[in-house]
């Protein structure tokens, strides 16, 4: 089987170091080992033909133990996406939503920690959002206003990623457990091609404490992603998912390409790759993409 294993440094100057380690450790199996294939200045591919992709990643994750650099492992054959689906909430933009929102409200710590169990998996997330939100009944509706301007930023990268994926005709959708109001302005500001979140209900300018169901989780993001590919007239093997909690898992799983962003340990177990180092940018070394196909 025709590999290629994509290795992705936060720092260039860690790279030939990187590719050397991996270069052994995939050695060491048995594989056939091509020339490294420069894709910018902190990224690469090194060609391998394997029958065994799972023990090639095992031994190149192993190699790259203890350094700042990123590695996926996979065929070379339709490694270059068709749909870009994503999680919001730190993923694409710096913060959770709706913590941000309860600071607002004086709540912070105890919306917080029902974020982080959920994000976890430890709680069901559908009731988990209606806990929290009924949190913030009564919180003026100006507040979702001034969390954005000063709290939302995009995550570094992540504008080029989706930019470059749109404009080499892919499809890009932003599906998120959070909220409209924060998912269509950041679908803007990134490039999204569209975007499907849960609706916050208001009442007499101010939050109700009640969230629009049917609410948009896990199943609903897997969904999101069945339904992207169908019009597309492709299956989910041409789609690439990123997410970092635990609703995140089942369009995870799905994809032709999952990957953990800065994930929950249940997520960064179950994805192909995993993004802990380096930017959003990662996401298109992946695909074969070089530095200069970049927009921007």
Not at 91 to 106: K, M, R, S
Request: with cysteine; proline share 3%.
């Amino acid at each position: 089987m025709q590999l290629v294993v994509t290795l992705v440094a936060a720092d260039p100057h860690d790279l030939v170091a990187a590719m050397e380690a991996v270069e052994i450790a995939v050695a060491g199996t048995g594989a056939a080992v091509g020339e490294p294939d420069l894709l910018g200045p902190n990224a690469a591919d090194l060609p391998v033909e394997s029958a065994f992709p799972a023990l090639i990643r095992e031994r190149a994750e192993g190699a790259l133990a203890g350094r700042r650099v990123d590695v996926c492992v996979q065929p070379v054959e339709g490694r270059r996406k068709r749909l870009l689906i994503a999680d919001m909430d730190s993923t694409i933009i710096n913060v959770e939503c709706l913590d941000e929102l309860a600071d607002f409200a004086g709540v912070k710590a105890q919306v917080s920690a029902i974020t982080e169990r959920a994000m976890a998996g430890e709680l069901a997330f559908e009731g988990a959002l209606r806990e929290r939100v009924a949190m913030l009944k009564g919180l003026g509706l100006d507040a979702l206003q001034a969390c954005y301007d000063d709290r939302v930023r995009l995550n570094p990268g992540a504008e080029t990623l989706v930019r470059t994926m749109a404009a080499q005709g892919a499809r890009c959708v932003l599906v998120s457990g959070g909220f409209t109001f924060f998912t269509g302005r950041v679908a803007t500001a990134a490039g999204f091609h569209d975007n499907r979140a849960n609706t916050l209900i208001e009442a007499s300018g101010a939050l109700a404490g009640r969230v629009g169901e049917p609410i948009l989780g896990r199943e609903a993001k897997l969904t999101a992603l069945q339904e992207e590919v169908a019009a597309l007239g492709v299956t989910p093997a041409a789609a690439l998912a990123i997410g970092d909690g635990a609703n995140d898992l089942a369009m995870i799983e799905a994809a032709g390409l999952g990957v953990a962003y800065r994930a929950k340990p249940i997520v960064a177990a179950q994805a192909d790759a995993r993004v802990d180092h380096a930017d959003l940018t990662a996401l298109l070394y992946f695909q074969g993409y070089r530095r200069e196909e970049f927009a921007g």
